[in-house]
């Protein structure tokens, strides 16, 4: 039991620990404001070399120069924007994991968008469709009579057909 | 007419099927230099070499070459090395030593043979992260005023010289 116990919490523990960043460098910032914003630069740019991690998460030689980098513009006091411009100058857009809205990226920012108005478009047009459509309960008398008869005559000839087989 | 609405989601997925083959056979890597028609930046870095003789931009343009950039750590540089001693005769390598160890380099060029015309020794990447290298081999194409104006990441062999570097280094040249 007790064992079991321990087991949970280590479990739990092991879920609310969240992630960390992989690569360790030892930096240090002047104040709280710029350590911000060195780790939000690292997670928004990305490792040119390993093409699906962030410069803060990839341990390559290239996302540890670059890191390097960062904090040297940073203490240089570039803005932000600054240091993204730079990096692109070097490495192309690429390396922003958030792209600028530009007339090329204009799609990629826009396409949820429009996928999601025409999802609702359709959406609409089959739920009005739907309601247009008269539902099976709501025939009028003559339509009624028809579907009995219809139904009576199908009844009759299967035990007709039921009637000779015997 | 009606009818024609049930072809919709097919014609969809054929489209989704056209879009991802293509995506397929892409390849990842091959990102377009940022560089690209721009000059070769400014640098001031000692050539491998002799750690007397500083180098600049000056010293690399002039001419329609390579640059390529190497180091001893990297094994597909191993790879590429004997090619780039057969090119060697058709157009002049400028070699960036990148984030590499001096003494190692010169013995690896020393055995292996030097194909490059001059080397810069570029130990801590700044020119690399000038140029906008994320790797090791890379090759760039300039042109006689010093603009970048072809790179290609991995190594280089027959088959990329032929179709790739070799068309834009005769157009360079033609260009006069």
């Known amino acids: ?41 690292s997670d928004e740019l990305r490792c040119p070399k390993c093409q699906n991690q962030s410069l803060g998460d990839s341990n390559s030689p290239i996302a540890t120069d670059l890191r390097r980098e960062v904090y040297r513009l940073l203490n240089e006091g570039k803005t932000d924007r600054q240091i993204k411009d730079y990096l692109v100058a070097r490495y ?17 920012w826009l396409a949820p968008l429009l996928l999601l108005v025409i999802g ?9 469709r ?17 579907l009995k008869t219809l139904l009576n005559d199908s009844e009759t000839s299967t035990d007709e057909e039921s009637g000779k087989r015997d | 007419m009606k009818r024609a609405y049930l072809f919709v989601p097919l014609i969809f997925f054929i489209a989704l099927v056209v879009l991802f083959a293509r995506g397929l056979k892409l390849d990842p890597t091959e990102m377009p230099s ?14 491998l070499a002799s750690e007397q003789r500083l180098l600049t931009r000056a010293d690399l343009i002039g001419q329609v070459s390579l640059i390529n950039v ?10 590429e090395h004997p090619y780039l001693m057969k ?3 058709q157009v002049p390598i400028i070699g960036v030593n990148y984030k590499d160890v001096r003494v190692d380099a010169n013995q690896w060029l020393q055995k292996l043979g030097n194909p490059y015309v001059i080397n810069v020794f570029d130990e801590k990447g700044t020119l690399g992260i000038d140029l906008g290298v994320f790797g090791a081999p890379e090759t760039y194409v300039i042109d006689r005023q010093g603009m970048v104006r072809y ?26």
């Not at chain 2, 190497?70 to 790879?79: L, N």
């Open chain 1, 1 to 41: 039991m007790k064992q079991l116990c321990l087991r949970i919490v280590l479990l739990i523990g092991l879920a609310v620990s969240g992630p960390s960043l992989a690569a360790i460098d030892t930096y240090e910032f002047d104040d709280e404001q710029t350590r911000e914003r060195f780790y939000l630069l």
């Open chain 1, 130 to 146: 739907r309601r247009a459509t008269p539902a099976a309960g709501n025939l009028d008398v003559d339509e009624q009579q028809r």
């Open chain 2, 151 to 176: 790179k290609h990441v991995g190594v280089v062999n027959e088959r990329v010289w032929q179709e790739r570097l070799k068309p834009v280094v005769d157009r360079l040249r033609g260009e006069g």
């Open chain 2, 34 to 47: 940022a560089l690209l028609d721009q000059s070769v930046p400014e640098f001031n870095l000692p050539s």
């Open chain 1, 92 to 108: 192309g857009e690429y390396i922003l994991y958030r792209p600028e809205l530009s007339g090329h990226t204009l799609m990629l």
């Open chain 2, 87 to 89: 090119l060697a005769n």
């Open chain 2, 70 to 79: 190497w180091g001893t750590w990297c094994p597909s540089c191993m790879h």
């Open chain 1, 120 to 128: 609702l478009v359709v959406v609409l047009i089959l739920v009005k």
